[in-house]
């Protein structure tokens, strides 16, 4: 059976207040986080997209047009921007996630597929769309709160993919 188009959206919306700078600036391994994840994404991907707050970075991404500093509002925006019916998100700084589990959070996709840590990273349907515009205008905000209104698969994945980086010196520790 053929694999399901995929389209990949990374989220760079966060202020990276405890970080101190853009975290998508922030380098591991020779690249940028933000370059990182593109690469991850288009290696999985048919489509990749960088969602964020328009004009905070040094690179071109689809606005959230929102008001909020939450990982809803990325969700909410890269479903309406993507041209695919699935969508993988992955935050900026997931920077151990790969293109495996990429393709795997897509495969299990109902209205969304996540990981026992939580809705980020985590694949989302374009089904998913009214629950979480509505969530996104009249709250609650979190992703996990959309559970008990949408057919969300939970998957099993090795934790040390899904760590992020919030600080400089957990970047050390890389």
Do not use: N
């Amino acid at each position: 059976m053929a694999r399901s188009q995929l389209t990949g959206v990374l989220l760079v919306g966060g202020a990276s207040t405890r970080f101190g700078s853009p975290k998508a600036l922030a380098e591991i391994d020779g690249e940028t986080f933000a370059d990182r994840g593109r690469r991850v994404l288009a290696e999985a991907c048919d489509e990749v997209l960088v969602v964020g707050k328009d004009g905070e970075l040094p690179f071109e991404v689809v606005d959230d047009q929102s008001e909020v500093r939450a990982p809803i509002a990325g969700v909410v925006a890269g479903l309406r921007a993507a041209t695919h019916e699935v969508c993988v998100f992955l935050p900026v700084d997931c920077v151990r996630v790969t293109a495996g589990l990429i393709r795997e959070l897509g495969a299990a996709c109902r209205d969304a597929a996540v990981p026992q840590t939580g809705p980020l990273p985590g694949a989302w349907a374009k089904s998913a769309l009214p629950v979480l515009e509505r969530r996104l205008a009249e709250g609650p905000l979190a992703l996990y709160r959309t559970y008990d209104e949408l057919d969300v698969v939970q998957i099993e994945v090795d934790a040390s993919l899904l760590v992020d980086v919030d600080t400089p010196g957990e970047l050390l520790g890389f």
